[in-house]
Nanobody, 119 residues
Framework: QVQLVESGGGSVQPGGSLRLSCAASESISTNAMAWYRQTPGSQRELVAGISSGGSGKYVESVQDRFTISRDNAKNMVYLQMNSLKPEDTAVYYC??????????????WGQGTQVTVSS
C-alpha cells in the first residue's frame, strides 16, 4: 500500500502563503489525489482534488486562493495556499482517492501537517 508523507505546514499570518507537499512512496500517476483538512471536534473535509491528468477541483471556501498540482515523475502532490485566513487553520492531509460521480472517496491517508494562521 502506498505511503504518503505531508510536509510544509507551519504558522503564518493572515494573508500569507504556504506550500504543502505530499510525497508518495510509489507511483501515483494513475491515481486521483486530494487534500483534506480537519480541526478539533470536526470531521475531515475535502479541500481540493486533482485527477491523474492534472485537472483540479476546489471547495468554494478555497477557490481562487488555493491551487492543487502534481508532479507524477516525482510522485508528488502539492497544495499552494495563498491569502490564508484564520479559518484555514487545521491539520491538512493528503489522500489517494477514488473519484466517482462527482464524489471523492479517500483510500489512503498521510499523517497530516499542521497549518496555523494567526496574527
Amino acid at each position: 500500500q502506498v505511503q504518503l508523507v505531508e510536509s510544509g505546514g507551519g504558522s503564518v499570518q493572515p494573508g500569507g502563503s504556504l506550500r504543502l507537499s505530499c510525497a508518495a512512496s510509489e507511483s501515483i500517476s494513475t491515481n486521483a489525489m486530494a487534500w483534506y483538512r480537519q480541526t478539533p471536534g470536526s470531521q475531515r473535509e475535502l479541500v481540493a482534488g486533482i485527477s491523474s491528468g492534472g485537472s483540479g477541483k476546489y471547495v468554494e471556501s478555497v477557490q481562487d486562493r488555493f491551487t492543487i498540482s502534481r508532479d507524477n515523475a516525482k510522485n508528488m502532490v502539492y497544495l499552494q495556499m495563498n491569502s490564508l485566513k484564520p479559518e484555514d487553520t487545521a491539520v491538512y492531509y493528503c489522500s489517494v482517492v477514488t473519484y466517482f460521480r462527482g464524489t471523492y472517496y479517500p483510500t489512503t491517508w498521510g499523517q497530516g501537517t499542521q497549518v496555523t494562521v494567526s496574527s
